[in-house]
């Protein structure tokens, strides 16, 4: 009997060991770049506002009407892709950046609607997502009313081939964690419409402003750089979603 004692409270201080451990390792996140998100709240284009939830992101001139539910990479902080969407939010468009529980997207079961609802006056929501976020945006985009699918730095492992959902992924040649390999084996997951882009010289943290990431690649093109055609990418993708919305 103490001997059997003895081993359930082994067993019960190694979890709770497991447990502390991997909740503290959960809630060491890469921070954003605080320079990159101070021009983006210094920007009079683009409303920012902490949902509790997420990070909304209000265009402050004319809206298009679409929205995107953006879910970040995993232990990311979500502020480090204000400076993404900065641009795309500046020319209409409202990015909703959730807040993953745990910083992990696997752990967040919330639904879209919940997010959506930080946006009433979006008529058109699309579904997005950075890396693990990425995976996770596959998921939600099952849902009747996405529109669209952005992946950045991403793949699906569901299938959504059937689907008549407007796609763009973006990727890096030189990204080390989601390399082009990775994305071209599960491009049969997506429509065959779906837009491919990968731009050159580009890694993993260009998608968003957090630093360096361990495993990445070493980007041969400014983060600036890399930025300015991730957005162009993106809006040329949001108006497609638009312009679909209003036939």
């Given at each position: 009997?103490?001997?059997?004692?003895?081993?359930?409270?082994?067993?019960?201080?190694?979890?709770?060991?497991?447990?502390?451990?991997?909740?503290?390792?959960?809630?060491?996140?890469?921070?954003?770049?605080?320079?990159?998100?101070?021009?983006?709240?210094?920007?009079?284009?683009?409303?920012?506002?902490?949902?509790?939830?997420?990070?909304?992101?209000?265009?402050?001139?004319?809206?298009?009407?679409?929205?995107?539910?953006?879910?970040?990479?995993?232990?990311?902080?979500?502020?480090?892709?204000?400076?993404?969407?900065?641009?795309?939010?500046?020319?209409g468009t409202t990015v909703v950046i959730t807040k993953p529980t745990l910083h992990l997207a696997?752990?967040?079961?919330?639904?879209?609607?919940?997010?959506?609802?930080?946006?009433?006056?979006?008529?058109?929501?699309?579904?997005?997502?950075?890396?693990?976020?990425?995976?996770?945006?596959?998921?939600?985009?099952?849902?009747?009313?996405?529109?669209?699918?952005l992946l950045l730095g991403s793949y699906c492992a569901n299938d959504l081939s059937g689907t008549?959902?407007?796609?763009?992924?973006?990727?890096?040649?030189?990204?080390?964690?989601?390399?082009?390999?990775?994305?071209?084996?599960?491009?049969?997951?997506?429509?065959?419409?779906?837009?491919?882009?990968?731009?050159?010289?580009?890694?993993?943290?260009?998608?968003?402003?957090?630093?360096?990431?361990?495993?990445?690649?070493?980007?041969?093109?400014?983060?600036?750089?890399?930025?300015?055609?991730?957005?162009?990418?993106?809006?040329?993708?949001?108006?497609?979603?638009?312009?679909?919305?209003?036939?």
């Amino acid at each position: 009997m103490n001997r059997a004692l003895r081993w359930t409270a082994w067993i019960v201080a190694v979890l709770l060991v497991v447990v502390i451990v991997f909740l503290v390792w959960a809630n060491i996140v890469m921070q954003g770049t605080r320079s990159a998100a101070l021009q983006v709240w210094r920007d009079d284009r683009v409303a920012v506002r902490d949902a509790g939830d997420s990070v909304v992101m209000t265009p402050t001139g004319t809206a298009n009407g679409v929205g995107v539910v953006f879910v970040p990479g995993a232990k990311v902080d979500p502020y480090a892709y204000m400076a993404t969407f900065r641009q795309v939010v500046a020319s209409g468009t409202t990015v909703v950046i959730t807040k993953p529980t745990l910083h992990l997207a696997f752990f967040d079961l919330r639904p879209l609607s919940t997010f959506e609802a930080h946006a009433p006056s979006v008529q058109t929501w699309a579904v997005g997502g950075h890396s693990l976020g990425g995976v996770r945006a596959c998921q939600l985009a099952d849902d009747p009313g996405v529109a669209g699918l952005l992946l950045l730095g991403s793949y699906c492992a569901n299938d959504l081939s059937g689907t008549d959902l407007d796609v763009l992924s973006v990727s890096g040649s030189r990204d080390g964690l989601s390399t082009p390999e990775k994305v071209a084996a599960a491009r049969h997951e997506l429509p065959a419409d779906a837009t491919m882009t990968e731009i050159q010289g580009s890694n993993h943290a260009d998608f968003g402003a957090y630093g360096a990431q361990p495993g990445d690649g070493t980007a041969t093109i400014s983060r600036a750089d890399a930025r300015a055609q991730i957005s162009a990418a993106v809006e040329r993708w949001v108006e497609g979603i638009r312009a679909a919305g209003l036939r």
